[in-house]
Structure formats: structure tokens, C-alpha cells
């Protein structure tokens, strides 16, 4: 069983900054891919960024690229996800994932999610 805990949601003005955080409880998380997603109510689940655990390697989904970035802190045990420039349309709740066979392009469709989910953190841009 992985546990993930996420953090870092709150309320931003457009163009604002947050840094959101999951972190792995019982669980190294370097031995994972780890994804982020993101879902509106009524709206399918989707993805938005990826950090490969064998080589670091990092995908996004077109929607947040450029603004997101995403990052790992092996002694924190804590992937990151640096979001910049927020717009309106990214308030959802994200979600990091991650199971032992889900890997990074997986965040370009919703076919094959992660099988564990923290609890999520809610994002909201409003002015």
C-alpha cells in the first residue's frame, strides 16, 4: 500500500504562484513514477504533469506547459509541483499518483490512471 499525502492548494489571484507537495508516508517514493492530475467537478479526471523515479525525466500535458514544473526532494521524500502563472481554468482539485507499474505518459490519457491517490488539494484562481 502507498500512502500520499498532498499539500500546498489555496487561493490565488490569476497570474499568481503556488507550490503544491506529496509526499510518501511508509514508502520511497525514488522508486517511483509519480503523477499529478487534476478534476473539476463534473469534469473528467485530468492529467498534468509526471516525474520518472528511474531518471528524473519530466512530462507535462500541454495545458500547463511552461508554467508547471515538477521536481523531486529525495531527503524530503516529496515530489513537487511548481505552478506559475496561474489561470482560472486551473482551479480543480490535484491529486498525485503513482503504483509500480504506471508510468509518465500515462498523464496524456485517462486509461490507465495510478492505482494510489493522496486525498487531494483544492486550487483555486480567482480574482
Known amino acids: 500500500q502507498v500512502q500520499l499525502v498532498e499539500s500546498g492548494g489555496g487561493l490565488v489571484q490569476p497570474g499568481g504562484s503556488l507550490r503544491l507537495s506529496c509526499q510518501g508516508s511508509d514508502v520511497n517514493l525514488d522508486n517511483y513514477n509519480i503523477g499529478w492530475y487534476r478534476q473539476v467537478p463534473g469534469k473528467q479526471r485530468e492529467g498534468v504533469s509526471g516525474?520518472?523515479?528511474?531518471?528524473?525525466?519530466?512530462n507535462y500535458t500541454e495545458p500547463v506547459k511552461g508554467r508547471f514544473n515538477i521536481s523531486r526532494d529525495s531527503a524530503k521524500n516529496t515530489v513537487y509541483l511548481q505552478m506559475n502563472n496561474l489561470k482560472p481554468e486551473d482551479k480543480a482539485a490535484y491529486y498525485c499518483g503513482t503504483d509500480l507499474y504506471w508510468v509518465c505518459e500515462h498523464i496524456n490519457h485517462d486509461r490507465r490512471p495510478p492505482r494510489y491517490w493522496g486525498q487531494g488539494t483544492q486550487v483555486t484562481v480567482s480574482s
Open positions: 516525474i520518472s523515479g528511474a531518471d528524473g525525466s519530466v
